[in-house]
């Protein structure tokens, strides 16, 4: 059975930081693109954060800077350290796994984590 679980959002004032987890248990997590997404109220849900198999990592213009992704495969967790927060950062973050073997595409989500940040 797929889980992927976030932890770690709450309330903050603008200028701090929160650290999001996201654990993932019944995936093949050593091939899996890991990746955090947000969803503001009234908008579309957008990627904020990438880290491949290898390590690479890609990052939104809008958190370049402030954010940073990081994966543990022995743990199958992936985190986003977010920094120098700003009340638009304000959403609810979706961890997501994503990998394909052979001709079959796997796309997991979390339920998501409120971060709110206020002036």
């Known amino acids: 059975q797929v889980q992927v679980q976030e932890s770690g959002g709450g309330l903050v004032q603008a200028g701090g930081s929160l650290r999001l987890s996201c654990a993932a248990s019944?995936?093949?997590?050593?091939?899996?693109?890991m990746n955090w997404y947000r969803q503001a109220p009234g908008k579309q849900r957008e990627l904020v954060a990438k880290?491949?198999?290898?390590?690479?990592?890609n990052y939104a213009d809008s958190v370049k800077g402030r954010f940073t992704i990081s994966r543990d495969n022995a743990k199958n967790s992936v985190y986003l350290q977010m920094n120098s927060l700003k009340p638009e950062d304000t959403a609810v973050y979706y961890c997501?796994?994503?990998?394909?073997?052979?001709?079959?595409?796997?796309?997991?989500w979390g339920q998501g984590t409120q971060v709110t940040v206020s002036l």
């Open positions: 019944g995936v093949i997590f050593s091939i899996a693109s």
């Open positions: 880290v491949t198999t290898a390590g690479s990592t």
């Open positions: 997501n796994a994503y990998y394909r073997l052979f001709t079959k595409t796997y796309d997991y």
